[in-house]
């Protein structure tokens, strides 16, 4: 026996604060790609990459809060899937910037805003699909 | 893409039952294209690994092509004419149309952007001094947008309406109200698909 899906208003906005994670990750990609292969200063890509993360780290905890009325099962099970693909994605990426000469700084940089990246839309895409599902009983 | 979940009706046109009830056995990611996709993405490998130029191009002008292409022509010739199909009909072919797309898309996506990056590395226009440079960073700037819209909206109310049609009694106000989004980005989208070619034709005519 399943009940129904929680109503919108008692769950955390984890869909817009991840939109606002993915547009705050490809700014930062932008400046970086616009100015590759020089050498620039990382301190605005660093600051947009510290928001993503406190930001998606904000909306693992918000979820986390909402333990008994959220469709987990349906939320790993698509969020697992959704993370394979974009791990995917996210390693074709990284390997053309090592491959290009990408090195030090710039590629820690690089990698952790993937990683925010590879993280952040499968949770996006997970938390749509079960915020529409039943509740299972714990 | 977008105008074909979003022309499928409005809020509280799907009945919870329709007349003529499409088959809710469909998969959401189709498995069958999966070992294609995997083809194609080693394929896009190798063409990075190599750094061949043919097929850098033919990765980047391919997969972007049909990303563009079936963006404009699903957004403004199958939209139009699912809306003016009956409420099962448009349902029949969302389910049949979207678990594809699941696939397609994302792939044309990543041999776009990998093999473009890689592409413009070869012929020399991610250096700042290349005249292509600031038509570079607007192509960014077009794709970025894009990306904001594609996966911050579209893909997660794809999802989510896939996953509803496949309830014993889908929710039709919820699935209209989804659908809505699509009406408003897919405009956005749209223009942006426009901008990018011709961005890409100024840069290739240099």
């Given at each position: 026996m399943s009940t129904a899906p929680s109503p919108r208003?008692?769950?955390?906005?984890v869909d817009r604060v991840g939109a606002v994670v993915i547009a705050l990750v490809i700014a930062g990609g932008i400046d970086l790609g616009a100015h590759l292969p020089q050498k620039i200063s990382l301190a605005p890509v660093d600051l947009l990459l510290a928001a993503s993360i406190l930001l998606v780290a904000y909306n693992v905890v918000s979820l986390l809060r909402v333990r008994d009325r959220f469709a987990w099962r349906m939320f790993l099970r698509v969020g697992r899937w959704a993370l394979l693909a974009y791990l995917v994605i996210a390693g074709m990426l990284e390997y053309v910037f090592v491959l290009d000469g990408t090195r030090g700084s710039t590629l820690v940089v690089l990698t952790l805003m993937l990683a925010v990246f590879a993280v952040n839309i499968p949770m996006i895409l997970a938390y749509s699909v079960a915020r529409y599902q039943p509740v299972e009983p714990a | 893409m977008a105008e074909a979940i979003a022309e499928v009706g409005g809020p509280g046109s799907i009945p919870a039952r329709p007349a003529a009830e499409p088959s809710?056995?469909?998969?959401?990611?189709?498995?069958?294209?999966l070992p294609i996709v995997g083809v194609i993405l080693v394929g896009l490998v190798a063409a990075i690994a190599s750094n061949q130029l043919w097929a850098l191009d033919f990765f980047h002008v391919a997969a972007g092509g049909l990303w563009t292409g079936i963006d404009l022509f699903v957004g403004l010739i199958i939209g139009p004419i699912l809306g003016g199909m009956p409420v099962p009909a448009r349902v029949a072919f969302s389910t049949r149309f979207m678990p594809k797309m699941l696939l397609v898309m994302p792939t044309l996506v990543v041999c776009t952007l990998a093999a473009g990056w890689q592409l413009a590395r070869y012929v020399g226009n991610?250096?700042?001094?290349?005249?292509?440079h600031p038509w570079l960073v607007a192509s960014y700037i077009v794709v970025g947008v894009m990306a904001v819209i594609a996966l911050g909206v579209l893909e997660p109310a794809n999802l989510a309406v896939l996953f509803e049609l496949k309830?014993?009694?889908?929710n039709g106000e919820l699935i209209g109200r989804l659908m809505k989004r699509f009406v408003y980005s897919a405009g956005i989208t749209g223009l942006m698909q426009v901008a990018t070619l011709v961005i890409m034709t100024r840069v290739a005519s240099r």
């Amino acid at each position: 026996m399943s009940t129904a899906p929680s109503p919108r208003a008692k769950l955390p906005p984890v869909d817009r604060v991840g939109a606002v994670v993915i547009a705050l990750v490809i700014a930062g990609g932008i400046d970086l790609g616009a100015h590759l292969p020089q050498k620039i200063s990382l301190a605005p890509v660093d600051l947009l990459l510290a928001a993503s993360i406190l930001l998606v780290a904000y909306n693992v905890v918000s979820l986390l809060r909402v333990r008994d009325r959220f469709a987990w099962r349906m939320f790993l099970r698509v969020g697992r899937w959704a993370l394979l693909a974009y791990l995917v994605i996210a390693g074709m990426l990284e390997y053309v910037f090592v491959l290009d000469g990408t090195r030090g700084s710039t590629l820690v940089v690089l990698t952790l805003m993937l990683a925010v990246f590879a993280v952040n839309i499968p949770m996006i895409l997970a938390y749509s699909v079960a915020r529409y599902q039943p509740v299972e009983p714990a | 893409m977008a105008e074909a979940i979003a022309e499928v009706g409005g809020p509280g046109s799907i009945p919870a039952r329709p007349a003529a009830e499409p088959s809710r056995d469909f998969q959401i990611i189709p498995i069958r294209g999966l070992p294609i996709v995997g083809v194609i993405l080693v394929g896009l490998v190798a063409a990075i690994a190599s750094n061949q130029l043919w097929a850098l191009d033919f990765f980047h002008v391919a997969a972007g092509g049909l990303w563009t292409g079936i963006d404009l022509f699903v957004g403004l010739i199958i939209g139009p004419i699912l809306g003016g199909m009956p409420v099962p009909a448009r349902v029949a072919f969302s389910t049949r149309f979207m678990p594809k797309m699941l696939l397609v898309m994302p792939t044309l996506v990543v041999c776009t952007l990998a093999a473009g990056w890689q592409l413009a590395r070869y012929v020399g226009n991610l250096t700042p001094a290349s005249p292509n440079h600031p038509w570079l960073v607007a192509s960014y700037i077009v794709v970025g947008v894009m990306a904001v819209i594609a996966l911050g909206v579209l893909e997660p109310a794809n999802l989510a309406v896939l996953f509803e049609l496949k309830k014993p009694n889908p929710n039709g106000e919820l699935i209209g109200r989804l659908m809505k989004r699509f009406v408003y980005s897919a405009g956005i989208t749209g223009l942006m698909q426009v901008a990018t070619l011709v961005i890409m034709t100024r840069v290739a005519s240099r």
